[in-house]
């Protein structure tokens, strides 16, 4: 099977093409290597995962025509659709960037699935996309119509883009909602690499809404465990779903959404003292409030994930943490 995987010099996305390639699988891996975070990061994930299963492409997916050209020429068989503009509080800097990439972006995939006729998309969604709801756990039943960010918003928008082409032109379509993921080769911008950093350096974390905050913390490995199960369940039609009695998760089109999180939020206080044990260094901490676009918790409901592949977390926060940070230290040589 070939897949092709967006967002390929990723977090996520370069533990996948790695999954994948440790299986036999052949992969094409796009990226446009942009300067969001440091891109020798995103060279060296490259570097890591390089191998004779493995094209890298460097590409936009906002480039619609080079987006097209890629799918006639490869002809994918399954499509991981990762790449998008990350963060919540970069959204309220760059709004134009997320339009750009996880709307436009996003749109392009789906029609180069379409000309293709591929077999099933997988795209990121996000928990962003709970909003308001304080409802916990977060369930794929919940109502997820008010987001507090533009960057939730648009992933959002994603489920619904994809939605549409699933009903449109019979494409299997899965997304998944992921849930504060951390684990070495992780993201400069999110809170553990944060918190690493500057612990390290004696410099003083921020700790949002004085403390008061709780993270469904997943580590990488049960996310890739996650996604690549869900490859094999392709979504089919269902023609007894209807809108006022079925889950909105599922369609009568081949449409589905998970969540794929750990199911046991962590107290942000909790995750920060697990970094300082294991650094064996108190944080300087400035205590202030929630900032915008900010949510008091996230809380995945992983049932439908279970009951569909069997997806089960294992690695506990100690654990997560443990290996993010002895990741640190030695690619930093801290």
Sequence with gaps: MKY???????????????KLNASGAFVVGIDNLNDYYDVSLKHARLRR???????????????????SELFEREMFDCVIHLAAQA?????????????DSNLVGHLNILEGCRNIKVKHLIYASSSSVYGLNAKVPFSTGDSVDHPVSLYAATKKSNELMAHSYSHLYDIPTSGLRFFTVYGAWGRPDMAPFIFTKKILEGDTIDINNNGDMWRDFTHIDDIVQGIVRVVDVIP??????????GNPASSSAPYAVYNIGHGSPISLMDF????????????????????????????A?????????????????????????????TYYNK
């Excluded at 092709?4 to 790695?18: P, Q, R, Y």
């Excluded at 089919?236 to 009695?245: C, F, G, L, Q």
């Design 272 to 299: 920060v003292r697990a970094i300082e044990d294991e650094l064996g260094i108190e944080a300087k901490k400035n205590f202030r409030e929630m900032q915008p676009g900010d949510v008091y918790q996230t809380y």
């Design 236 to 245: 089919t039609r269902n023609p007894s779903w209807t809108v006022e009695n």
């Design 87 to 99: 963060g919540v509080r970069y959204s309220l800097e760059n709004p134009h960037a997320y339009a």
């Design 4 to 18: 092709l995987v967006t967002g390929a010099a990723g977090f996520i996305g370069s533990a996948v093409v790695e």
């Design 301 to 329: 409901d992983t049932t439908d994930l279970f009951k569909a592949t069997g997806y089960q977390p294992k690695v506990s926060i100690e654990e997560g943490v443990a290996e993010f940070v002895q990741w640190y230290r």
């Design 49 to 67: 995962i390089e191998n004779s299963n493995f094209k890298f492409v460097d590409l936009d997916i906002s480039d619609r025509k080079a987006v």
